[in-house]
Nanobody, 120 residues
């Protein structure tokens, strides 16, 4: 059973930084893309950043220049470095990944989410 576990969320003042981690586990053969999404109260879940297996990245316009996505393939882990945080970045942040395990083809998995709260 593949699991994605996020960590690193918390409460920070505007202008501060946080680093989120997403660790994938469970008989993993390969991971294609890894994404970070977020969902604020009353809003739809939105894509924040994507990193491919080859390391190509893409960002939502709202976070370009402030957030950086990276990954450590040896650890099956993705990171989201968030700098210059704003109150509007407050949301639950979710990890999403396209994973192939020993037991089947590539499938999409979600983590349980980690809360990020930015105070003004």
């Amino acid at each position: 059973q593949v699991r994605l576990v996020e960590s690193g969320g918390g409460l920070v003042q505007a202008g501060g930084s946080l680093r989120l981690s997403c660790a994938a586990s469970g008989n993993i053969v390969s991971i294609n893309y890894m994404d970070w999404y977020r969902q604020a109260p009353g809003k739809q879940r939105e894509l924040v950043a994507t990193i491919t297996g080859g390391g190509s990245t893409n960002y939502a316009d709202s976070v370009k220049g402030r957030f950086t996505i990276s990954r450590d393939n040896a650890k099956n882990t993705a990171y989201l470095q968030m700098n210059s945080l704003k109150p509007e970045d407050t949301a639950v942040y979710y990890c999403n990944a396209d994973v192939k395990s020993l037991w089947g083809p590539f499938r999409n998995y979600w983590g349980q989410g980690t809360q990020v709260t930015v105070s003004s």
